[in-house]
């Protein structure tokens, strides 16, 4: 039996498609919606032109966690930042999970604190800080060193690949404007953003505490 008419199934097949392809490549321009000439979305640049924290990502994982709503399923990722950019940097990170069904999650967000002290509380490492304890400045120099963790509920556990958007590691953005000879000019700002794509395939719901596989790491702008 179809849930849609099969012209709906499209529409919708069509809809995922294109909001995939904005949140991942950053802002796509499409020309029969502007009334433009479509541009393709802009790389980082080759070379470094802002201050950027070196990083260094831990494995991303699950875990169930006891909840006033039963055992629930959550995202977590550990993180390390170093500053060696020559100055003090605020660090107010800005990290989003999205599915391969284009469910899009925002770090931090219907999290409870018991599930955060829960997850850090396995984690076994003082030095790990929450989402919100992490937002500071950060000096210089290794010996300032700062450890996080990002966690996300794990809202389906059917889908084949999941991918993680850390913005606030890079100073570096890129500003434009789209139909300047319109009534309706938009004004994009992009920033440089690490993406970091796993493959997730199949049901994992028994996944334990195996880290999910890496299949891509690299800077985009989003």
């Given amino acids: 039996m179809r849930l849609f008419p099969s012209g709906e199934t499209n529409m919708l097949a069509n809809a995922q498609n294109t909001l995939r392809t904005l949140i991942l490549g950053g802002v796509a321009l499409f020309g029969a919606t502007l009334g433009t000439t479509a541009i393709a979305a802009p790389e980082p640049s080759p070379v470094t032109i802002s201050w950027e924290f070196t990083y260094d990502m831990g494995p991303l994982r699950l875990a169930w966690v006891e909840t006033a709503e039963g055992n629930k399923p959550y995202f977590f990722l550990t993180y390390s ?96 404007v789209v139909g300047r000879e319109t009534d309706n000019p938009r004004r994009y700002t992009l920033r440089k953003t690490l993406m970091l794509r796993y493959a997730t395939p199949g049901n994992f719901a028994d996944q334990g505490a195996r880290p999910f596989d890496l299949e891509e790491k690299r800077w985009v702008m989003r």
């Fill in 81 to 176: 930042i170093t500053n060696y950019s020559g100055s003090d940097l605020l660090f107010a990170p800005d990290v989003t999970l999205m599915t391969d069904n284009v469910t899009v999650l925002k770090s931090g967000r219907d999290v409870p604190t018991a599930v955060t002290n829960e997850i850090l509380h396995r984690l076994d490492n003082p030095l790990v800080e929450s989402q919100i304890d992490i937002v500071s400045t950060v000096l210089q120099g290794p010996e300032h060193a700062r450890d996080g963790v990002l966690i996300w509920p794990a809202e389906q556990l059917d889908v084949d690949e999941v991918s993680v958007f850390f913005a606030g590691l890079s100073g570096e953005f890129e500003s434009y």
